[in-house]
């Protein structure tokens, strides 16, 4: 069974960082396409940021510079590195996964709320 789980959510103030973590099994994750994307409350899905196979990364402009996403595949885990956030940054953030053209695995999020 596929199994994805997020960590590392939690409550910081303006300006803090924390890193989320996705431990990912029951698939080659290797091969996965990994990405975070995060629903703010009210708010559709917004696409944050995504590591290729390869390593390659990209980032959407509103956390470009801020947010760094990595995979260490003898972990089977995606990390999301979040630096000086930003109140607007809270959100239920998400690890999906495309092992295809769509998003085939999703967690069940962890919140980040950024709030003094």
């Known amino acids: 069974e596929v199994q994805v789980v997020e960590s590392g959510g939690g409550l910081v103030q303006p300006g803090g960082s924390l890193r989320l973590s996705c431990a990912a099994s029951?698939?080659?994750?290797?091969?996965?396409?990994m990405s975070w994307i995060r629903q703010a409350p009210g708010k559709g899905l917004e696409w944050v940021a995504a590591?290729?196979?390869?390593?390659?990364?990209y980032y959407a402009d509103s956390v470009k510079g801020r947010f760094t996403i990595s995979r260490d595949n003898a972990k089977n885990t995606v990390y999301l590195q979040m630096n000086s956030l930003k109140p607007e940054d809270t959100a239920l953030y998400y690890c999906a996964i495309k092992m295809t053209i769509m998003y085939d695995y999703w967690g069940q999020g962890t919140q980040v709320t950024v709030s003094s």
């Open positions: 590591v290729y196979p390869e390593g390659s990364t």
């Open positions: 029951g698939f080659t994750f290797s091969y996965g396409f």
